[in-house]
């Protein structure tokens, strides 16, 4: 069992940078592959970006490839998701997600946990 809880969403102006954090609680999570989802008012949830138990697999949407950056810290339980250069359609709430395989998450599939979601507006 693993209990996801993230924060670091908040209001930020475009072109701006934010760190989102996903803490993990459970035995399980330095062998969990982890990823980020987002979901916008009125559209369905998308994958954003996922990273393997290691840290050593990342695989990224085209839409943020370039500007985002996932990556964990297996002795703080965390897995981070920083922000660059942030646009109006970044506006979502985000979710942390654990799963087997960072290949299945970036596909979409294979999700185990998730947590609330924290929600990040980026103003124009």
């Known amino acids: 069992q693993v209990q996801l809880v993230e924060s670091g969403g908040e209001l930020v102006q475009a072109g701006g940078s934010l760190t989102l954090s996903c803490a993990a609680s459970?035995?399980?999570?330095?062998?969990?592959?982890m990823g980020w989802f987002r979901q916008a008012p009125g559209k369905e949830r998308e994958f954003v970006a996922t990273?393997?138990?290691?840290?050593?697999?990342?695989y990224y949407a085209n839409a943020v490839k370039g500007r985002f950056t996932i990556s964990r810290d297996n002795a703080k339980n965390t897995v981070y998701l920083q922000m660059n250069s942030l646009k109006p359609e970044d506006t979502a709430v985000y979710y942390c997600?654990?799963?087997?395989?960072?290949?299945?998450?970036?596909?979409?599939?294979?999700?185990?946990?998730w947590g609330k979601g924290t929600l990040v507006t980026v103003s124009s």
């Open positions: 459970g035995r399980t999570f330095s062998s969990s592959a």
């Open positions: 990273i393997s138990w290691s840290g050593g697999s990342t």
């Open positions: 997600a654990a799963g087997a395989s960072a290949q299945a998450i970036s596909r979409n599939y294979g999700m185990d946990y």
